[in-house]
Nanobody, 128 residues
């Protein structure tokens, strides 16, 4: 299992930028694929971005593509989500997650049920 702790959330205005961090412990960080998901009130948890083992391959949901960037620092056991041009509809609790599922390691995953470890979440609120 991987233990995950998110940080960096807060209240920002539309158009601002914010960077979330997710610190991992408990297992070799470089052996897991990482993802960011978010959940707004009354909505299902949705995929935001994922990054594979070595950090060379990333994918994003259409709603954040071009505005958000996922990255990882394996030396620091940390994954980041850089969010730019934030919109009120980006308001949600953001969660990082880790998976060792073989298909996710090879191809990337956007299904939250494929991720076995989750952080506690960090609130991001974007005001208009």
């Amino acid at each position: 299992q991987v233990q995950l702790v998110e940080s960096g959330g807060g209240l920002v205005q539309a158009g601002d930028s914010l960077t979330l961090s997710c610190a991992a412990s408990g297992r070799t960080f470089s052996s897991v694929a990482m993802g960011w998901f978010r959940q707004a009130p009354g909505k299902d948890r949705e995929f935001v971005a994922t990054i594979k083992l070595s950090g060379g391959t990333t994918s994003y949901s259409d709603s954040v593509k071009g505005r958000f960037t996922i990255s990882r620092d394996n030396a620091k056991n940390t994954v980041f989500l850089r969010m730019s041009s934030l919109k009120p509809e980006d308001t949600a609790v953001y969660y990082c997650a880790a998976t060792m599922r073989a298909s996710c390691l090879a191809y990337g995953c956007d299904d939250p049920s494929h991720f076995g470890s989750w952080g506690q979440g960090t609130q991001v609120t974007v005001s208009s």
